[in-house]
């Protein structure tokens, strides 16, 4: 297949366009818009090949969409690119309404009028798969089951009431208009060429500095923490079996609080690289918490994990160990965003 990946710079994104070429016969099309919190550096492994192509474009310019398709004919699209960060959506949402409703809107409209010109087996063939989160659904309980694909929308930040309505706008366009789009949610992902304002790649880092560690509240807030490149695994193999109309909730069920997490990085780090002013743990912080901070995330990947044949294949401890010591041999890299792009001290102490 040719697949059009928009944000294939991004974290997630440059994570399923590595997988496309280097695990698979598929060809990729990068759309990306490059704005902050993208790495073009994520995806330079592969920029050679001749199965990829890069595409700089926002998918809020509906020309710019237009030609996307008229030049690369996808036979699927995996829309990733968006505005992710929740308490950037609660100091300006005006530019996640912009990104994430309106970008997928257009993206819909473009990909739809493509798809209508199509022969009637290239129409049947065709995809348009949506990635989206489990924040939709709102925050559970202590008790409460993990969310699946029936749970209800209850979104409770600009950045998850954005990413809703894009995921009504997606299943409105299969309901009628018979555009074949169907919709991931997942829960938290982690990893390499997370962008440093999130929260783990933020405490990695802090805390090789002899940083402050921000935790929101008493760190108690809970979620599922998922390797990402198990999730571009899953991701693929989505958009190379998932069916119109459906819904693939993706979970790896390893759910740990915030504090938790910020101590398992303290403890592999003092393994990994001591410091010689003592335990990380020491540089802990608890910070007045957010607006609207949801309690817990959690996903029950039973369907996923059937219709597509898929599991995840790193638990937290590993994945996180991994995650660390990419973090160790990669400074060069995020020192620079520090120093260029990002200042770090924003406190981006959830994923979201």
């Not at 998850?160 to 991931?184: C, E, I, M, N, Q």
Request: a neutral charge.
């Amino acid at each position: 297949m040719h697949v059009l990946v928009t944000g294939g710079c991004g974290f997630i994104g440059s994570a399923v366009v590595r997988h496309l070429i280097h695990y698979t016969n598929h060809h990729v099309i990068n759309v990306d818009a490059l704005t902050y919190s993208a790495s073009p550096e994520a995806v330079a492994e592969i920029k050679d090949n001749d199965r990829y192509r890069f595409y700089k474009a926002n998918i809020t310019d509906a020309v710019a969409m237009q030609q996307a398709f008229e030049k690369y004919k996808p036979d699927a699209v995996m829309h990733l690119a968006a505005e992710s960060h929740v308490d950037r959506s609660i100091d300006g949402p005006g530019l996640f309404i912009e990104t994430n409703v309106m970008g997928t809107y257009t993206l819909l409209q473009a990909a739809y009028q493509y798809w209508k010109a199509l022969p009637e087996n290239k129409k049947k063939q065709f995809r348009f798969h949506h990635i989206s989160t489990d924040e939709v659904f709102g925050a559970l309980n202590p008790n409460d089951p993990p969310f699946n694909e029936q749970t209800p929308y209850d979104p409770r930040s600009p950045y998850s009431a954005s990413k809703a309505a894009s995921d009504h706008l997606v299943r409105a366009w299969y309901h009628t208009y018979g555009l074949p789009t169907f919709v991931t949610n997942t829960t938290n992902n982690y990893g390499i060429w997370h962008f440093p304002e999130k929260l783990i790649p933020l405490i990695i880092i802090n805390a090789l500095e002899g940083k402050e560690l921000p935790v929101y509240g008493k760190g108690e807030n809970i979620r599922d923490w998922l390797f990402v490149e198990d999730h571009a695994k899953a991701l693929v193999k989505a958009v190379e079996m998932g069916k119109p109309g459906e819904t693939y909730a993706i979970g790896a069920q390893q759910p740990r609080t915030n504090l938790e997490v910020v101590q398992t990085i303290c403890k592999i780090l003092d393994e990994l690289k001591p410091d010689p002013q003592g335990k990380r743990e020491r540089l802990i912080r608890f910070v007045a918490d957010r607006p609207g901070h949801d309690f817990r995330y959690e996903i029950d990947p039973t369907h996923a994990q059937k219709a597509l044949v898929w599991k995840a294949e790193h638990n937290f401890e590993m994945g996180i160990r991994k995650t660390i010591q990419w973090y160790l041999d990669h400074q060069d890299w995020w020192k620079t965003i520090r120093q260029n792009r990002y200042d770090g001290q924003r406190l981006g102490v959830t994923k979201d």
